[in-house]
């Protein structure tokens, strides 16, 4: 199995609607980290929680970290067309040396006006 | 706000010839990184350098990639004879710290074999 497996693989809301992904990943992390990608187009730092924080704010994103579960959420609040992107969480892991990101498949997020 | 920047956008090369991708990562930043993305699939870590030298490189960067920090900006990543396989998205990323810092992307290099 893959560190940072992303869910759903697609998910397609109405704007205003909330959006929940969700991210599991294997071996024992530092932190976990969050990414946008509009198609195409390079990866956009969202959020980053530690291995001993179990939740994050920042604006209309909220982070989750579940840490015996080995598995985070992003919740995008109150849903906007501009919101379309794909969505990796990456882990920084403990059992690497250095300083790797694993990435996921990501999540694509599709918000319909 | 500072960013991470990469030239050129896009490059075309026939295979077998030798591409350089370069980065200007974010000034106070002390780590570098390369990844890549292949059309479809998730990002692949390929290599992190610090102090210059390599701290750490995957198995995907063999004796065909090599990364350089040739003046105090740019950080570049040389692919010697590419191959088809090395169509892909390459992101250049840089960190102030290492383990546990947020890792800052710039906007790729799409690099088209042909």
């Known amino acids: 199995s893959q560190q940072g497996e992303e869910d759903p693989q697609a998910l397609s809301i109405q704007e205003g609607e909330n959006a929940t992904m969700n991210c599991s990943y294997k071996?024992?992390?530092?932190?976990l980290q969050w990414y946008r990608q509009n198609s195409g187009r390079g990866l956009v730092h969202l959020i980053l929680?530690?291995?001993?924080?179990r939740e994050k704010h920042s604006g209309r994103l909220r982070v989750t970290l579940d840490t015996s579960k080995k598995s985070s959420s992003l919740l995008i609040t109150a849903s906007r067309a501009a919101d379309t992107a794909s969505y990796f969480c990456a882990t920084d892991g403990r059992e690497t040396s250095g300083s790797r990101l694993t990435f996921g498949e990501g999540t694509q997020l599709t918000v319909n006006p | 706000e500072p960013e991470v920047t990469q030239t050129p956008s896009h490059q075309v090369t026939q295979m077998g010839q030798e591409v350089i991708l370069r980065c200007v990562p974010i000034?106070?930043?002390?780590?570098f990184y390369w990844y890549r993305q292949i059309l479809g699939q998730k990002v692949e870590f390929l290599v992190s350098f610090y102090n210059n030298e390599i701290s750490e490189k995957s198995e995907i960067f063999d004796d065909q990639f090599s990364v350089e920090r040739p003046d105090g900006s740019n950080f570049t990543l040389k692919i010697r004879s590419t191959k088809l396989e090395d169509s892909a998205m390459y992101f250049c990323?840089?960190?102030?710290?290492?383990?546990?810092?947020?890792?800052?992307f710039g906007p790729g290099t799409r690099l088209l074999v042909l």
């Open positions: 929680i530690r291995s001993n924080e």
């Open positions: 071996t024992s992390i530092n932190n």
């Open positions: 000034s106070n930043h002390l780590y």
């Open positions: 990323a840089s960190s102030e710290a290492g383990l546990g810092e947020t890792q800052y």
